[in-house]
């Protein structure tokens, strides 16, 4: 101790130094006794560290340092271990495959074969060659061989011992067998069938009879399972169905039917007067009718309520009415009139001809007749 320096003491407690005359340490708030105290109980003094002072740059350089040397030394020993823990990877869910199924062999379509074009044969002209012949020969075209030689369009002269590159026909794939019906199904197309729409009158015997068709084959081929027909249904007719017709000398074809007649006057509701002694009916011919054919004219009369009908044949395309069948009343009567093709199969024990339907019936026209006739001179 220099002899300039002031008398110090220290902190009983925490070993702060402290000028002789602090009664309190600063640092841990002991209290200090005084001199003349100190002198009855010496303090208890603990062993003393050594004391290193360093500046403020320095101990900042000095713990840089550590640190550094510190991080080198782990960074060293986790890369020799190989402990150095990667971030770990959360795995995302992946969707659902979707199974695909892959079609067999026996399901994939078999493909036309391509076919290589064959090399040209050599043929070397002969006497009496002309592209004609040797086109034939080798059954290739003679256009094929001008090109092919790249000779005039008239494939001429021909030198003998020259030498012709004849094409050889490239193959071409057996088409693919087609599909065959069945024998019913070749049966039912092989069959002829005719649209029929039921008319008014009709019944399913009478269609039957006009085509010379079994009730049974009309029923079969159009799913009917009774007797009756309606107005309006559209029937087929299988005509391969028809019965043979009768007698010694069958005809090897039977003809076919004939379409409606289409009626032209009078028209609808026409009326006609006492003034009008004949009604001329007239229709459109629905072609050359054969020797034994004819049209079957019906009127009847509708507001009589006797059943009243006219039935004639004729083979012209007009029919009058005659004066014989108008009205016996004043009273304004309704006829109704329709045609149809017929032809005559026969005659009967009376020697009358047997006629049965070739066709179609007409709509049904209606003219109206008024006026009476006294005395008829006849009545049909």
């Known amino acids: 101790m220099s002899p300039d320096s002031k008398p110090t003491k220290l902190c009983p407690t925490c070993g702060t130094r402290l000028s002789d005359n602090a009664s309190r340490c600063p640092v841990c708030g002991t209290s200090i006794s005084t001199p003349e105290t100190a002198k009855k109980a010496k303090p208890i003094q603990g062993t003393r560290m050594p ?88 059954n290739v075209s003679v256009a094929s061989i001008v090109l092919e030689n790249s000779l005039p369009a008239s494939c001429s002269p021909l030198t003998i011992g020259n030498k012709l590159r004849i094409p050889q026909p490239t193959r071409t794939a057996t088409a693919a067998p087609t599909n065959t019906l069945s024998a019913a199904e070749a049966t ?130 007009t029919y009058n009415v005659p004066s014989s069948f108008r009205p016996t009343t004043d009273q304004p009567h309704a006829l109704r009139w329709w045609v149809i093709t017929v032809r005559q199969t026969g005659t009967d024990s009376s020697s009358n001809p047997i006629w049965e339907l070739a066709g179609s019936a007409s709509k049904q026209l209606v003219f109206i007749w008024v006026g009476s006739v006294a005395n008829p001179t006849s009545q049909p």
């Open 51 to 138: 004391e290193i002072t360093l500046s403020l740059p320095v101990a900042l350089g000095i713990l840089a340092l550590v640190l550094i040397i510190g991080a080198v030394f782990v960074y060293i020993g986790l890369n020799s271990t190989g402990s150095i823990s990667k971030p770990t990877e959360t795995p995302t869910p992946s969707q659902t495959p979707t199974i695909t199924l892959t079609p067999t062999a026996s399901l994939t379509p078999t493909l036309a074969p391509t076919w290589t074009p064959l090399p040209p044969i050599e043929y070397t002209i002969s006497s009496g060659d002309s592209c004609i012949s040797i086109a034939l020969a080798f």
């Open 188 to 317: 039912d197309a092989a069959c002829q069938k005719l649209e029929y729409t039921v008319q008014s009158n009709d019944t399913l015997s009478g269609i039957a009879i006009n085509y010379n068709v079994s009730q049974a084959a009309i029923k079969e081929y159009n799913g009917l399972v009774s007797d009756v027909v309606q107005e309006g249904w559209v029937l087929k007719i299988p005509l391969c169905m028809r019965a043979p017709t009768q007698g010694p000398s069958p005809t090897p074809t039977t003809p076919p039917p004939y379409a409606s007649p289409n009626l032209l006057s009078p028209a609808d509701g026409s009326v006609f007067t006492i003034a009008n002694d004949v009604v001329t009916l007239q229709w459109a011919s629905v072609g050359a009718l054969r020797p034994n054919e004819a049209y079957q004219v019906t009127v009847e009369d509708t507001t009589d309520g006797t059943g009243r009908k006219l039935v004639d044949y004729v083979v012209d395309t």
